[in-house]
């Protein structure tokens, strides 16, 4: 399976500049299921739990489930669970205006750190130190799954899916498919990463109680368990406080919801409030028979839940920067960063069609700045430094933020198999499977959003003696240069 790569590349520096900035065009390596959502849509994102299901619950255990929720307390009135395109979903049973209440899930019904406490699987979690909380719910789930008809879930558990097209349950040759991809760097750190919390719990927790887990768990098992809080989880529900909500988890995603009110809360129900719910709320007028909906992005999309969509804004490349420990300059830039909210690394998604993210720019020039431009590194410019930068520095400077992306762009792009204009007549086949049809657009936005990068600095390396550089706007403020740009001479 391919390691992650690191890509770092050595642009054409001019003379007395310090190393190239380090360049990472892969998925942040993140801690699973301590994601946060991209910042635009923080507010927004709440579980897409459906996912393309290789089969579909049948109408039996829907109807098990909605009379286990009903008898358990939960209020489910205003939409019901349904067999849709995406595998699972709520649909309206009527039409229901924006802000009205449509379920109210008991936290005795939650899959969270409480459950796992109050479960016989508590003793044993606890004395293993500290697991991490989704380490501890999946297991939950699979000893839960072990109970059979026995376990408080078993209704809810009989209508997961047990396998959906999220890149995680792909095959070493469907995976060849995302051959350069940014996904498959993510889907390959996500495997590799439940492995090896998996090989953690199996000896300490799963072989040691065989009489809480008496069948045989793989790492097949453990990863379906992951795959299932990864696409179910709210994004607000996730590192300590994790929570897995039946019922509410059957959202599935939609585009076409943008607003950035969040759709839910947890608060108190009963006498003095001491009953706890989440409660679930329309962000939008929905009509009788539609999916109760919310939003979700493509490698995103294919990696949480298993499918995409043709929109250019689901097309997204993560450029991530690094100041380099081998910088001459390397404290003094970092210190720089932090002061201005930022660190060692950076990350920024560039959307296809939309502007570059604000201060990618920014951070761009202090990683590349160097040489005579240095001084603007000195005690006395750090409270100041980063709004110079905010401009252009030097021509130096801006060459070589305009070489180091390039050449980027160009590396990250020789990595695929296909062009652009071959993935897109494949588009056009109607054979294709879903899991081929995701590889191929995934892999065609990641291309031209790396093309629509390296036209930006390509296009803006053409236009660098037509800017105006710190040594001019600071000679204009000293009132040494005239707006025209002519050197005014004073005379006695």
């Known amino acids: 399976m391919a390691a992650l790569h690191h890509l770092v590349l050595p642009p054409r520096l001019l003379s007395g500049h310090g190393p190239p900035p380090v360049l990472r065009f892969s998925r942040r390596p993140r801690p699973l299921l301590h994601l946060l959502p991209r910042a635009a849509a923080a507010a927004t994102r709440a579980s897409a739990a459906a996912a393309t299901a290789v089969s579909a619950p049948s109408d039996a255990a829907l109807q098990n489930f909605r009379r286990w929720l009903s008898s358990q307390g939960a209020d489910t009135g205003s939409v019901a669970p349904a067999v849709v395109p995406e595998g699972l979903g709520l649909v309206a049973a009527r039409d229901l205006p924006r802000g009205e209440v449509v379920a109210e899930v008991p936290k005795k019904l939650w899959l969270d750190a409480d459950a796992v406490a109050a479960s016989d699987l508590g003793r044993v979690c606890g004395s293993a130190g500290d697991l991490r909380p989704w380490v501890s719910v999946s297991l939950l789930i699979l000893r839960e799954a072990a109970r059979g008809g026995d376990s408080l879930w078993a209704p809810y558990l009989a209508i997961l899916p047990r396998q959906t097209d999220s890149t995680i349950f792909w095959s070493e040759e469907e995976l060849l498919e995302i051959q350069g991809t940014q996904l498959l760097s993510t889907t390959t750190g996500v495997k590799e990463y439940v492995q090896s919390e998996f090989d953690n719990v199996e000896a300490e927790i799963i072989n040691a109680n065989k009489d809480l887990f008496p069948g045989t768990i793989t790492f097949d098992d453990f990863l379906w368990a992951f795959g299932v809080l990864r696409s179910r989880v709210f994004p607000e529900l996730r590192g300590d406080k994790l929570a897995l909500i039946p019922f509410a988890d059957l959202i599935n995603h939609n585009g076409d919801i943008t607003s950035k009110e969040s759709c839910w809360e947890i608060k108190g129900k009963g006498f003095l409030g001491r009953d706890t719910v989440f409660s679930l709320r329309t962000p939008m007028e929905v009509k009788s028979g539609e999916q109760y909906d919310l939003d979700k992005s493509n490698a995103e999309l294919a990696l949480d839940y298993g499918f995409t969509e043709e929109n250019s804004s ?152 037509d800017l105006e550089y710190y040594q001019e706007r600071r000679l204009k403020d000293l009132g040494f240069i005239g707006d025209n740009g002519d050197i005014i001479f004073w005379e006695s």
């Open 314 to 465: 689901r097309d997204s490349y993560t450029l991530t920067l690094e100041i380099s420990e081998s910088d001459p300059f390397y404290e003094d830039k970092l210190d720089i960063a932090e002061l201005n909210g930022m660190g060692e690394t950076a990350y920024f998604d560039v959307v296809l069609g939309e502007s570059l993210p604000s201060q990618m720019i920014t951070y761009l020039r202090l990683l590349c700045l160097g040489g005579t431009d240095a001084f603007l590194l000195e005690a006395l410019f750090r409270n100041k430094v980063w709004e110079h930068l905010e401009l252009p520095v030097s021509r130096d400077n801006e060459e070589s933020i305009c070489q180091v992306i390039q050449n980027a762009c160009k590396s990250a792009l020789a990595a695929y198999h296909t062009t652009i204009e071959e993935d897109e007549e494949l588009l056009e086949r109607e054979d294709l499977q879903s899991r081929q049809q995701i590889a191929i657009e995934v892999r065609v936005g990641e291309k031209k959003v790396l093309e629509q990068i390296n036209d930006i600095f390509k296009e803006r390396e053409q236009e660098l003696d």
